[in-house]
Every structure is written in structure tokens, then in C-alpha cells.
């Protein structure tokens, strides 16, 4: 079955620095990712969506400058929170869709960011 | 534009009681795919069931079962004699194209609480 990897699971970082997260997918060719946020006790909010080659498309009121999608293979996406702060802390999951009449969507373990 | 609702916000029930999660969905598509998550306190979504619009079986897999009802766009999840293991947040979720994206669109969720 389709398995997406996200590294890492858990991270700790200063303020003002950057942290990368990245999901890959391990037996499938993922054309389009998707990362969403969850802040404690909420649901799951789509950030952005990307498309292998081409530039992200983020959700109204997501910073694009402040988080970095790059989507420059098929089995590789990477979510950078630059200059990161504390209210940038919470739970990042990717999910992988592929496939083209029967679509499946498959998500990855989750990243939980602190920001101290 | 998308939307699923989860009007419980949180359960709870004592051991071998019958619970019922609700889910309604708004969309204009024709086309689409309903999906319940189960999320423990690790944090990792786990896949419970999809079903497609045109499919409107009602689904049974040990003690969890689906009702999907068009005529009322609700797609409800019973878990049958309830188990301390079964605490955990639950969400419903929605794909269309409606919205010119497949992404997920999730609802709010419902925290079940299990007693023994």
C-alpha cells in the first residue's frame, strides 16, 4: 500500500530560527502533496497545496514567505518554517495524493514543532 | 465551497455502551469521498473508511459501521459495544472538486472518552 514517510517526528528550536520537515513517499509516485497545521484541540487546517515542479498553492492568511513548500521530486515535499516563533508551534502532517481515476489520499505520521 | 460539521465536540460513555459520531457535509459536487480518521494522543491519523458518492451501501467492519445518507448529506460512525481503546479523537472528512482542490477538508472532531 501507498506508505509516506515525515521526518522529523518531534522538534525542538530556538526562536527566530528555520526548521525543515519533510514527507516522502516510499512506493509511490506522489504528484501532489498537501500539508496541513493542527494547533492543540483543533482540527486539521490545510496550509498549502503542491504540485511535483511547480510552486505551492497556499490557503488564505498562510504566509508563504514564512512557510517554504518545495515539491521538486515525485516522492519528496518539505515544509520550512523560516524565522520560526513560538506561536508557530504545533502539529504539521503532510498527506500524499496519487493515483487517477481511483484517487487515494495517504498521510504521514506528523511532525509536533515547539518553538521556545 | 466544502464544509463538514461535527456538532459533538466530546463524548463519553462507559464501557460496552454503543456510541454514535455524527457527520454532516456541505458540498456542490456530485462527486466525492467521505472519510472517517481515528486520532489517539500519538498524534497519527488512522484511516478508518472511504466511501464514494455513488456508493450509499451502508458499511459494517466488526464493531464500526457508516451510515450514509445522501438525502440528509450525513455520513454518521457507530462503534458497537465500546472499548477503552477506542478513546481517541475522531474525525469526518470530506474531498470534492468543487473547490478546484482534492485536499481534505476535515471536520472540527469528536474527542470519545471510553470509562471503564
Known amino acids: 500500500g501507498a506508505v509516506v514517510s515525515q521526518h522529523p517526528s518531534w522538534v525542538i528550536c530556538k526562536s527566530g530560527t528555520s526548521v525543515k520537515i519533510e514527507c516522502r513517499s516510499l512506493?509511490?509516485?506522489?504528484?501532489?502533496m498537501f500539508w496541513y497545521r493542527q494547533f492543540p484541540k483543533q482540527s486539521l487546517m490545510l496550509m498549502a497545496t503542491?504540485?511535483?515542479?511547480?510552486?505551492?498553492?497556499?490557503e488564505q492568511g498562510v504566509e508563504k514567505d514564512k512557510f517554504l513548500i518545495n515539491h521538486a521530486s515525485l516522492t519528496l515535499s518539505t515544509l520550512t518554517v523560516t524565522s520560526a516563533h513560538p506561536e508557530d508551534s504545533s502539529f504539521y502532517i503532510c498527506?500524499?495524493?496519487?493515483?487517477?481515476?481511483?484517487?487515494?489520499?495517504?498521510f504521514g505520521s506528523g511532525t509536533r514543532l515547539t518553538v521556545v | 465551497a466544502q464544509k463538514v460539521t461535527q456538532a459533538q465536540t466530546e463524548i463519553s460513555v462507559v464501557e460496552k455502551e454503543d456510541v454514535t459520531l455524527d457527520c454532516v457535509y456541505e458540498?456542490?459536487?456530485?462527486?466525492?469521498?467521505l472519510f472517517w480518521y481515528k486520532q489517539p494522543p500519538s498524534g497519527e491519523l488512522v484511516f478508518l473508511i472511504r466511501?464514494?458518492?455513488?456508493?450509499?451501501q451502508n458499511e459494517i467492519s466488526g464493531r464500526y459501521s457508516w451510515n450514509f445518507q445522501k438525502s440528509t448529506s450525513s455520513f454518521n460512525f457507530t462503534i458497537t459495544a465500546s472499548q477503552v481503546v477506542d478513546s481517541a479523537v475522531y474525525f469526518c472528512?470530506?474531498?470534492?472538486?468543487?473547490?478546484?482542490?482534492?485536499?481534505?477538508?476535515f471536520g472540527s472532531g469528536t474527542r470519545l472518552q471510553v470509562q471503564p
Open positions: 498527506s500524499v495524493m496519487a493515483g487517477t481515476g481511483n484517487l487515494i489520499w495517504t
Open positions: 512506493d509511490f509516485q506522489a504528484t501532489t
Open positions: 503542491s504540485n511535483e515542479g511547480s510552486k505551492a498553492t497556499y
Open positions: 458540498t456542490r459536487d456530485t462527486t466525492y469521498y
Open positions: 466511501r464514494n458518492s455513488f456508493d450509499e
Open positions: 472528512a470530506l474531498s470534492a472538486r468543487d473547490t478546484g482542490r482534492r485536499a481534505l477538508t
